[in-house]
């Protein structure tokens, strides 16, 4: 293996290896802080606002992709949070967030596209894949993907009150 096959594969490597670590941990009932779930959603938007600052504005056109990226990563955020299970113990006044196998899987397999797509990218030039864009993209998406989140999970701390009361 050469280095830079090891470059291309050593971040897969690493995060297969963290999940596998933090499987047991993720299936855990945690606290779940209502009032925190819009710190996530504002964080990453003020690191796009200060990633795109510093360049030129984008095209109309750009601007449509990118609206349309963070529509897909709301969707797949808000599917993220209904893989996992919210719980309000009306006893105590604690709700409790636990994640289910299949809502891990599914950070995996959008681990493994987000790094096939890199590897096809670095392996393949010739495809013109432009990577200013593509870090927009990813940006956008991941906006799309926290804010789908968090919006998912605070409807679903509705419902699990709901459901106690």
């Known amino acids: 293996m050469t280095p830079h096959d090891m470059q291309l594969y050593f971040p897969i490597v690493m995060v297969i290896a963290i999940i596998a670590l933090r499987w047991r941990r993720m299936m855990r009932p945690q606290r779940l802080r209502v009032a925190t779930l819009p710190i996530g959603p504002v964080l990453v938007a003020a690191g796009i606002a200060a990633f795109l600052?510093?360049?030129p504005a984008p095209s109309v056109g750009h601007v449509a992709e990118l609206v349309a990226v963070a529509l897909v990563g709301g969707a797949v955020g808000w599917i993220r949070a209904r893989l996992s299970k919210v719980e309000f113990d009306s006893t105590s006044g604690m709700m409790t967030l636990r994640?289910?196998?299949y809502?891990?899987?599914m950070l995996v397999g959008l681990f493994a596209l987000r790094s096939g797509l890199r590897i096809a990218a670095i392996q393949h030039p010739d495809w013109g894949i432009d990577v200013s864009?593509?870090?927009d993209f990813l940006l956008f998406?991941?906006?799309g993907l926290v804010t789908g989140y968090a919006?998912?999970?605070y409807l679903a701390v509705g419902r699990a009150r709901r459901q106690a009361a």
Do not use: I, Q, Y
């Open 133 to 135: 864009h593509a870090t």
């Open 151 to 153: 919006a998912e999970l």
């Open 53 to 55: 600052a510093l360049r």
């Open 99 to 101: 994640g289910t196998p």
């Open 103 to 105: 809502g891990v899987l």
């Open 141 to 143: 998406f991941a906006f």
